[in-house]
């Protein structure tokens, strides 16, 4: 056995000797990334080259590459002709209390199943980690009913009530806490006389922060790339910015420049979070933490 | 003497946080999911046996009338056909794919953040400005797919008016978004296979693309297994794609024909066009069967990849 892997090891330190890393990437490996990396940056880059020019730019041929100077032209059109200041604050408040919300009930109930004894967890547990398997898109005749009823529709509240909470979440604090809070810690707690509420808001929540940092980026990206759900039940006056930007697009004339603008001004606000937090994101899709 | 008179009450209250406050602690899951995720859907069940139109007070019960007109119902088959049709187009090129790009991020790299953010930075932009962007550079007259089209000598396509060019144009978004988004949960399953495996292979003399066939493919089944499902079950309620990728958009049929319009769209044209909720509970209830198959199918097929 030993011999074997002195082989091994003298096997690979000839092939490291060779140039022949065989984990190392070569040439084409790279050129096929760059490729890669290129198909998935432009689109983007081409949003921003459309939204920089005027219209006969845009039709001519070959057509143009480069950023041109109408930039900003384009942003003042957008928000001339749609309601796209009121669809971005709308944006930030309905992403925002969203985050807020799904992160506190979610560490809060991941607490209750990770580390508290009660009568019917493991039974409860299940249901709320088999929900998040459930197609709820298919409820939204149900759910438009219920807003009509409630008189929400047209307004915020029908978007942010029904994101409030996420069994993704619960599910991903009970996972988190579960191996991050040592259980001897919330013993020491207890006998000191914390009660539950103090363990949780003194030991849990300090603990959960990775965690939760993580599931706040993603509920705060989903939010705020929601489209389906707040095009049902919100109206062109009062929109979401994806909302915004489809009822800008479906004019009958379609003006490509004012189109991209708005598209450009969607994103921005997303590519900023990633660009600055694209490590985290990426650490939290895989240790397998997020579902798409 | 403070502690010794209060001591059965702090007991009491002791117990009562002990046994009481986890109930509390989940209440609020379980409540706002329960009005908000599940009683909607079951509700689903309950309308799609009524006659019931927004415009129209009176609300009949139909029994399966529902689901009769809608298993003779064209337009539903139609639906049915393109939605099967984009998400095999979309779900296998994309699977492969990222299957590749994992094996290609999972060699020693320089830059392996940029790369890792490159792939992924598709999946963080919106649909809606993803679609928008991509209806324009599919589009007949101005859009860049065509002119490089007739750069190397082909004739233009009109992309929106086929069948087959508007499910490859429709695939393709879906492809461009989620690719790399799967290629990071395949990279962070090939980073647990053991490097012995590998090396042991190659003392046998087995080429790269062999190692990658017979041990990478077979260590990553329970994640292929998992992504796929999780494809099956996204692709099958896809609505904005279809729906923004239209011309002149806002108008829910998929196409002049309803070349691409998918059981989604038809369910959200039968809602919120023409206000027929029992008939479009019907077709999302059957939407939500057929997903249902169709999850433990492809289940069923993606465990049958042979480890070896």
């Avoid at chain 2, 799967?182 to 090396?199: G, V």
Wanted: overall charge neutral.
């Amino acid at each position: 056995m030993a011999t074997l892997t002195a082989v091994r090891r003298g096997l690979n330190r000839r092939a490291v000797q060779r140039g022949l890393n065989p984990l190392g990437a070569g040439f084409w490996t790279y050129a096929a990334l760059v490729a890669v990396l290129l198909g998935s940056l432009f689109p983007i880059y081409w949003s921003l080259v459309v939204a920089s020019h005027d219209n006969d730019a845009i039709a001519s041929v070959p057509p143009v590459l480069t950023p041109g100077g109408h930039l900003f032209d384009n942003i003042a059109r957008v928000f001339d002709t749609t309601a796209f200041g009121q669809a971005m604050l709308n944006s930030v408040l309905v992403s925002g209390s969203v985050t807020v919300s799904v992160v506190l009930f979610s560490t809060l109930a991941g607490f209750a199943f990770a580390k508290l004894r009660f009568r019917g967890r493991n039974v409860l547990l299940v249901m709320a980690i088999a929900t998040t398997t459930v197609p709820q898109q298919l409820g939204i005749i149900p759910l438009y009913i219920l807003m009509a009823e409630l008189g929400w529709t047209g307004r915020l509240e029908a978007v942010i009530v029904p994101g409030l909470v996420t069994a993704f979440g619960v599910f991903l604090m009970t996972q988190y806490l579960s191996s991050a809070i040592p259980d001897d810690l919330l013993e020491a707690g207890r006998i000191d006389g914390c009660s539950t509420l103090r363990l949780f808001w003194h030991v849990v929540l300090p603990a959960a922060r990775p965690a939760a940092a993580v599931l706040g980026l993603f509920t705060f990206m989903q939010a705020w790339n929601d489209f389906f759900w707040p095009l049902v039940v919100l109206t062109p006056e009062n929109p979401t910015v994806q909302v915004a930007l489809s009822s800008l697009a479906s004019g009958y004339t379609t003006d490509y420049a004012l189109v991209l603008t708005g598209t450009v001004l969607a994103i921005v606000p997303i590519v900023a979070v990633f660009a600055a937090l694209g490590r985290q994101i990426i650490g939290g899709i895989m240790s397998g933490a997020i579902k798409g | 003497m403070t502690s010794a008179r209060s001591g059965p009450r702090r007991r009491w209250i002791y117990q009562l946080d002990v046994k009481g406050s986890p109930y509390l602690y989940i209440a609020p899951f379980f409540l706002l999911f329960g009005a908000v995720g599940m009683f909607p859907l079951l509700y689903t069940a309950y309308v799609s046996l009524t006659d019931w139109n927004l415009l129209d007070p009176a609300r009949e019960w139909v029994g399966l009338a529902n689901y009769a007109e809608l298993v003779a119902d064209d337009y539903f088959w139609n639906a049915l056909f393109n939605t099967v049709s984009i998400w095999l187009l979309s779900t296998v090129p994309q699977l492969l794919a990222a299957l590749f790009i994992a094996h290609m991020l999972n060699r020693r790299l320089r830059a392996r953040t940029l790369f890792r953010m490159g792939v992924l930075l598709p999946n963080v932009t919106s649909i809606v400005a993803v679609t928008i962007i991509f209806a324009q550079l599919f589009g007949r007259d101005f859009g860049m797919v065509n002119w490089a089209l007739d750069l190397v000598g082909l004739d233009p396509i009109d992309w929106q008016a086929g069948t087959l060019s508007s499910h490859v144009a429709i695939s393709l978004i879906v492809i461009w978004r989620w690719t790399g988004y799967n290629a990071l949960i395949y990279l962070a399953a090939m980073q647990t296979i053991p490097e012995d495996l590998y090396e042991a292979a190659r003392l046998d003399g087995a080429s790269q693309f062999t190692q990658f066939r017979k041990i990478t493919v077979p260590m990553l089944r329970p994640t292929i297994i998992f992504t796929a499902v999780v494809s099956t079950i996204g692709g099958f309620q896809i609505i904005a794609e279809p729906l923004l990728f239209q011309a002149g958009t806002g108008n829910p049929t998929g196409g002049s024909d309803r070349q691409f319009q998918t059981v989604g769209l038809y369910l959200y044209e039968q809602g919120f066009s023409m206000y027929e909720f029992g008939y479009a509970s019907a077709i999302a209830w059957t939407l939500c069967m057929i997903i249902v198959v169709m999850a433990l199918v492809n289940f069923a097929i993606t465990r049958r990849i042979r480890s070896s």
